[in-house]
């Protein structure tokens, strides 16, 4: 029995010594030598089985030797193993070589678009005047978006603000002003909020004209506002986006929530007033529209008009940025082209 477990330890030594750890199969070859002789069935473990027929002196022997044999191999396995490791992590090094002296790559790093780079400046003037923005779903009950503004079912001015209607009570939003109503529903005056957001209308794609933009408006409602306080909360929104020497008037106009309404205009910001081809020479480009909340609409809120007054007013951010950047067609924003992005 001795000589059958030295010679399995010759055997085990010479295998091991044989593995060729550059090879694709050196870990299953490693394995399978493990199981070959230290397994359940390997050939070690068959010698061992047989010891019950030695005689009581000759047992201890042979279990020491049987120990030293297993020990020998199992060390040799386990210093292949490190071998098969360390060529792995070698061959590995080698396919992920970096060289260092190569020329870099160049990362870009992006900007933010236009519209809300313009946006954030907006929310920002506001925030700073005591407004708090509100913001709310696309996806719109009619009754939020016309019917609580004063425009029901069958009033003409549902016409100009034709929008996408996913059933005859859900439309896609064409104004931020739902959020308006829902405010208002929901808590007591005095409110001072912006509503920012994206909104729809089914109009034809050109330079000034998209199905999808995106608006601002506010919202104030307290006991005693009057025209003089939209009048100069406009005037201080005009000087921080375009600057101290900016003028806004007021022309009439009909909002069917509001009354009484008015668009605002803003005083060329390229001629100063004299004429030129960016406000056709008026003199003046139109910035949003204004008005005093309608005393319907904040009835419809649960608000007493006889109590409190409000004033409203909306613009389009498409249309400031225009003004703002020199940008004349308003498809731009939507293209995604990177010649255009990156000048921003």
Same mark, same amino acid.
């Given at each position: 029995?001795?000589?059958?477990?030295?010679?399995?330890?010759?055997?085990?030594?010479?295998?091991?010594?044989?593995?060729?750890?550059?090879?694709?199969?050196?870990?299953?070859?490693?394995?399978?030598?493990?199981?070959?002789?230290?397994?359940?069935?390997?050939?070690?473990?068959?010698?061992?089985?047989?010891?019950?027929?030695?005689?009581?002196?000759?047992?201890?022997?042979?279990?020491?030797?049987?120990? !030293?044999?297993?020990?020998?191999?199992?060390?040799?396995?386990?210093?292949?193993?490190?071998?098969?490791?360390?060529?792995?992590?070698?061959?590995?090094?080698?396919?992920?070589?970096?060289?260092?002296?190569?020329?870099?790559?160049?990362?870009?790093?992006?900007?933010?678009?236009?519209?809300?780079?313009?946006?954030?400046?907006?929310?920002?003037?506001?925030?700073?005047?005591?407004?708090?923005?509100?913001?709310?779903?696309?996806?719109?009950?009619? *009754? *939020?978006?016309?019917?609580?503004?004063?425009?029901?079912?069958?009033?003409?001015?549902?016409?100009?603000?034709?929008?996408? *209607?996913?059933?005859?009570?859900?439309?896609?939003?064409?104004?931020?002003?739902?959020?308006?109503?829902?405010?208002?529903?929901?808590?007591?005056?005095?409110?001072?909020?912006?509503?920012?957001?994206?909104?729809?209308?089914?109009?034809?794609?050109?330079?000034?004209?998209?199905?999808?933009?995106?608006?601002?408006?506010?919202?104030?409602?307290?006991?005693?506002?009057?025209?003089?306080?939209?009048?100069?909360?406009? !005037?201080?929104?005009?000087?921080?986006? *375009?600057?101290?020497?900016?003028?806004?008037?007021?022309?009439?106009?009909?909002?069917?929530?509001?009354?009484?309404?008015?668009?605002?205009?803003?005083?060329?910001?390229?001629?100063?007033?004299?004429?030129?081809?960016?406000?056709?020479?008026?003199?003046?480009?139109?910035?949003?529209?204004?008005?005093?909340?309608?005393?319907?609409?904040?009835?419809?809120?649960?608000?007493?008009?006889?109590?409190?007054?409000?004033?409203?007013?909306?613009?389009?951010?498409?249309?400031?940025?225009?003004?703002?950047?020199?940008?004349? %067609?308003?498809?731009?924003?939507?293209?995604? %082209?990177?010649?255009?992005?990156?000048?921003?």
């Amino acid at each position: 029995m001795k000589e059958m477990l030295s010679k399995i330890k010759e055997a085990a030594l010479a295998e091991i010594a044989q593995i060729n750890f550059d090879a694709a199969d050196a870990k299953v070859v490693l394995e399978n030598l493990r199981v070959k002789y230290l397994g359940k069935k390997g050939e070690l473990t068959s010698v061992l089985r047989g010891m019950g027929q030695l005689s009581a002196e000759e047992r201890p022997q042979i279990g020491q030797i049987a120990n !030293e044999v297993r020990e020998f191999i199992e060390a040799k396995l386990e210093n292949a193993k490190k071998v098969l490791l360390q060529k792995e992590m070698e061959n590995q090094l080698k396919k992920e070589v970096i060289d260092v002296t190569m020329p870099g790559k160049r990362s870009f790093a992006g900007k933010m678009h236009p519209l809300t780079q313009v946006l954030d400046e907006l929310e920002d003037i506001f925030i700073g005047l005591g407004f708090e923005i509100a913001e709310g779903p696309e996806v719109e009950l009619d *009754y *939020y978006n016309f019917e609580a503004l004063n425009i029901p079912k069958d009033h003409p001015a549902r016409d100009t603000q034709d929008t996408f *209607y996913i059933s005859d009570n859900i439309v896609l939003r064409t104004q931020t002003s739902p959020m308006q109503i829902r405010v208002m529903e929901t808590k007591k005056p005095p409110i001072r909020i912006i509503a920012p957001g994206r909104v729809y209308r089914s109009d034809t794609v050109d330079a000034t004209h998209s199905p999808v933009f995106h608006q601002i408006e506010g919202l104030v409602v307290d006991k005693g506002v009057t025209m003089a306080d939209l009048k100069g909360t406009l !005037e201080l929104f005009a000087k921080k986006l *375009y600057g101290d020497d900016a003028k806004i008037r007021f022309r009439p106009h009909h909002f069917q929530f509001t009354e009484p309404s008015a668009e605002v205009d803003i005083c060329c910001f390229a001629c100063g007033g004299s004429g030129c081809s960016l406000c056709k020479g008026e003199g003046w480009i139109e910035i949003l529209g204004a008005g005093m909340v309608h005393p319907k609409v904040l009835a419809n809120c649960g608000i007493d008009p006889e109590e409190y007054s409000g004033f409203a007013f909306g613009a389009g951010i498409e249309r400031i940025v225009m003004r703002r950047f020199g940008i004349s %067609d308003l498809r731009m924003f939507f293209e995604n %082209d990177v010649r255009f992005l990156k000048q921003f």
